[in-house]
T-cell receptor, first 110, second 110 residues
């Protein structure tokens, strides 16, 4: 069965902290994505990667960075967390077209 | 302004009723995907429609792609509490990214 896992389901951090969100897929997919989901706004793409060490900015990359050192792992980094980054973060992987999602990380920044 | 407009934003109905939700755009889609997201989980693909006028059925769910490929609808017959969730439509771009609608939040009351 297809599996995308995210390191935490719930996370609470303080303003200014560095935050790492990890995503691992076991399907050997080339493409991986990080989204944030806020009520009424749908899924907004933060960054995506189409290969190891490759990354592309999505629609809202400000305040975020990513790392993809291995094909199966795609990390999202909040260099200095702010309260407006409180959100649900979803990771997805895709061979092409269809995307497979992890369960999400609900991040609260106090 | 969202590229994909979903309506209604929220729908709460009794078990056994029928309902239709919509996904509209001024653009022509090469294909359109429908996902369902249950509380606390990531979205899961339900169906992909590709051809104008196409109708696909998934048990009590009927998906239709408009003749001009600018709109799509999802009809649920005899809704059940297990249908509760957020229904999202998404358009696949040429580089395998997805553009998302904001979703319809559906609640089916027993």
């Amino acid at each position: 069965d297809v599996k995308v896992t995210q390191s935490s389901r719930y996370l609470v951090k303080r303003t200014g902290e560095k935050v790492f969100l990890e995503c691992v897929q076991d399907m050997d997919h080339e493409n991986m994505f990080w989204y944030r989901q806020d009520p009424g706004l749908g899924l907004r793409l933060i960054y995506f990667s189409y290969d190891v060490k490759m990354k592309e900015k999505g629609d809202i990359p400000e305040g975020y960075s990513v790392s993809r050192e291995k094909k199966e792992r795609f990390s999202l980094i909040l260099e200095s967390a702010s309260t407006n980054q409180t959100s649900m973060y979803l990771c997805a992987s895709s061979p092409r077209g269809r995307q497979f999602f992890g369960p999400g990380t609900r991040l609260t920044v106090l | 302004t969202q590229l994909l407009e979903q309506s209604p934003q929220f729908l709460s109905i009794q078990e056994g009723e029928n309902l239709t939700v919509y996904c509209n755009s001024s653009s022509v889609f090469s294909s359109l995907q429908w996902y369902r997201q249950e509380p606390g989980e990531g979205p899961v693909l339900l169906v992909t429609v590709v051809t104008g006028g196409e109708v696909k059925k998934l048990k009590r769910l009927t998906f239709q792609f408009g003749d001009a490929r600018k709109d799509s609808s999802l009809h649920i017959t005899a809704a059940q509490p297990g249908d509760t969730g957020l229904y999202l439509c998404a358009w696949r771009t040429s580089n395998y990214q997805l553009i998302w609608g904001a979703g319809t939040k559906l609640i089916i009351k027993p």
